[in-house]
C-alpha cells in the first residue's frame, strides 16, 4: 500500500513540473469560435437528434475523493470566456465543464482557467486520476464548499488556532529535544516576532500537547483576516492549514511573509530533525515530503493565480 501511495506521489511530482510547461499550450477560446491569436478553432456542436446534454460535462461526487474516475473521453483541454463575458470556463473538445454538484466551472482569473485546463490535458488515455489535479480540486472547493460551508471552516480553524505548530516549543532541558527546540528558536521565533508586528499581540508559547490560550485580541484580529478573505483565498488558507497543521503559516504565505520551502521547513522542522538523527524510511518519510510539498504547493499556486486576471 505505502509503495502504491509513493508512486503515486512521485508520478504527481514529475506530472506537476510538465503540467507547468503545458499552462503555456492551454488554448483560449473565445465564445465567437476564434483564438486569442484571431485564428479560428474547430469546436464540434452536438447533434440536433440527442435527446441528452451533449454541451457540458460534470464530474462525479468521487471526483473529490481521489479515485481514478473513468477513461479520457476528449481530445483537447482548452479555455473560453464564459457565455455572460464574467469570468472563464474550461472546455473539454465542445463540452463545457462543470464542478460534481454539475454548476459551471467558471473562474475570474483566465490564469487560473488555463493552469486548470492544463491539468485535465496531461491526463493519460486509461483513465483521470484526480490526485494529479489539485487546482481543479481547490477550484471547485471554491466555488461550491466555500461559500456554503464559511462559517463552519471558520470556525474550524479557530478551534485549533490556539494548538498552532508555531506556539508549540520543544522541552529545552530535555536531550533527546533540545536539539529540536534550538532549531525552534532559530527558525520559528521570527515568524513570533512577525505576528506581534502583523497583529499587534504576541503568541503565547508552550511546551504542553494540550496547547495553550491565546490572547483573545490576537484570536478576534486573525478571525477578521479570515472573514475578509474571498472564496478562493479562503479555500487556499484552508488547505494549507490542513497539510501544515498551522493557521500561522498559511497567514504568513498570504501576507507574503513565507515562501514554499521555508513553510515546508517549518513544518517539517522537528521530523526532519528526527530523520537526521536516525534515519530516513524509505516508502514513509520521503512519501510523507512528497505529499506535503504537493498540498502546499498547489495551494500556493491556486492563491497566487486567483489574484491574476
Given at each position: 500500500m505505502a509503495t502504491t501511495l509513493a508512486g503515486r506521489r512521485l508520478l504527481l511530482l514529475r506530472r506537476c513540473e510538465a503540467g507547468r510547461r503545458l499552462l503555456g499550450t492551454a488554448a483560449e477560446a473565445s465564445p465567437g469560435g476564434e483564438e486569442a491569436g484571431g485564428e479560428a478553432i474547430y469546436v464540434r456542436k452536438p447533434s440536433s437528434s440527442s435527446t441528452r446534454d451533449e454541451t457540458s460535462v460534470s464530474m462525479p461526487m468521487s471526483f473529490m475523493t481521489g479515485s481514478v474516475v473513468g477513461k479520457r473521453f476528449y481530445r483537447d483541454a482548452t479555455v473560453r470566456r464564459a457565455d455572460d463575458g464574467n469570468g472563464w470556463t474550461v472546455m473539454l473538445d465542445y463540452r463545457t465543464l462543470k464542478t460534481p454538484a454539475k454548476r459551471p466551472l467558471k473562474l475570474h482569473s483566465r490564469t487560473l482557467a488555463m493552469a486548470v485546463a492544463a491539468e485535465w490535458e496531461y491526463q493519460e488515455q486509461d483513465g483521470i486520476r484526480p490526485f494529479t489535479m489539485p487546482l481543479m480540486k481547490l477550484a471547485c472547493t471554491a466555488l461550491e464548499r466555500v461559500p456554503l460551508t464559511r462559517t463552519k471552516i471558520i470556525t474550524n480553524l479557530m478551534q485549533k488556532f490556539h494548538q498552532d505548530l508555531v506556539f508549540c516549543r520543544s522541552p529545552a532541558d530535555d536531550e533527546l529535544t533540545k536539539g529540536v527546540y534550538e532549531k525552534q528558536k532559530e527558525k520559528i521565533d521570527p515568524i513570533l516576532d512577525w505576528v506581534k508586528t502583523e497583529f499587534g499581540f504576541k503568541p503565547v508559547v508552550y511546551t504542553s500537547f494540550l496547547?495553550?490560550?491565546?490572547?483573545?485580541?490576537?484570536?478576534?484580529?486573525?478571525?477578521?483576516?479570515?472573514?475578509?478573505?474571498?472564496?478562493?483565498?479562503?479555500?487556499?488558507?484552508?488547505?494549507?492549514?490542513?497539510?501544515?497543521?498551522?493557521?500561522?503559516?498559511?497567514?504568513?504565505?498570504?501576507?507574503?511573509?513565507?515562501?514554499?520551502?521555508?513553510?515546508?521547513?517549518?513544518?517539517?522542522?522537528?521530523?526532519?530533525?528526527?530523520?537526521?538523527?536516525?534515519?530516513?524510511?524509505?516508502?514513509?518519510?520521503?512519501?510523507?515530503?512528497?505529499?506535503?510539498?504537493?498540498?502546499?504547493?498547489?495551494?500556493?499556486?491556486?492563491?497566487?493565480?486567483?489574484?491574476?486576471?
Open positions: 496547547g495553550g490560550k491565546q490572547d483573545e485580541r490576537l484570536v478576534k484580529a486573525v478571525e477578521t483576516v479570515l472573514k475578509d478573505a474571498n472564496d478562493c483565498e479562503l479555500a487556499s488558507i484552508d488547505a494549507m492549514a490542513a497539510a501544515a497543521h498551522s493557521l500561522v503559516i498559511p497567514l504568513a504565505i498570504v501576507r507574503g511573509r513565507l515562501g514554499v520551502d521555508e513553510s515546508i521547513e517549518l513544518i517539517r522542522l522537528e521530523e526532519d530533525h528526527q530523520v537526521d538523527r536516525w534515519g530516513l524510511v524509505e516508502g514513509g518519510h520521503d512519501v510523507d515530503i512528497a505529499d506535503l510539498k504537493v498540498q502546499m504547493s498547489s495551494a500556493v499556486v491556486f492563491l497566487q493565480l486567483s489574484w491574476l486576471k
